[in-house]
């Protein structure tokens, strides 16, 4: 293997870059993880198309899609408590999820 490499570094650049694009497939790369940042509920409302209110994220998000736990508190704290979520993590979820969910939905 440490034959290749040499070989590789001693090689032209396009034929580095033939090279890396052959090895592509065969190499793996460690996917990093988002870092946590939990913050309050109202963080996120940016981050929605409209941008919607706290109960509406509260009721047709984090009640309607359990996988949200993961990445929230419970939604419901009670009284004097607040729904906490993991920034990154929750914008990426909504990004991902985005045509799934029903923004048009009224409180009403």
């Known amino acids: 293997m440490s034959a290749l490499l040499e070989?590789?570094?001693?090689?032209?650049p396009e034929d580095r870059k033939a090279a890396a694009e052959m090895?592509?497939?065969?190499?793996?790369?460690?996917?990093?993880?988002?870092?946590?940042d939990w913050e309050p509920l109202d963080k996120l409302r940016?981050?929605?198309?409209?941008?919607?209110s706290k109960a509406w994220i509260q009721t047709f998000i984090l009640n309607?899609?359990?996988e949200?736990?993961?990445w929230s508190t419970d939604p419901n704290p009670g009284k004097g408590r607040s729904v906490q979520v993991n920034l990154p993590v929750a914008k990426k979820w909504i990004?991902?999820?985005?045509?799934e969910i029903d923004w048009g939905q009224s409180m009403s």
């Open 95 to 99: 990004h991902d999820h985005t045509a």
């Open 46 to 52: 940016s981050s929605t198309p409209g941008p919607k």
């Open 23 to 36: 090895l592509k497939p065969y190499l793996t790369f460690e996917k990093e993880e988002p870092k946590e």
């Open 68 to 70: 949200t736990r993961k």
């Open 64 to 66: 309607a899609y359990p």
């Open 7 to 12: 070989l590789i570094k001693e090689a032209p």
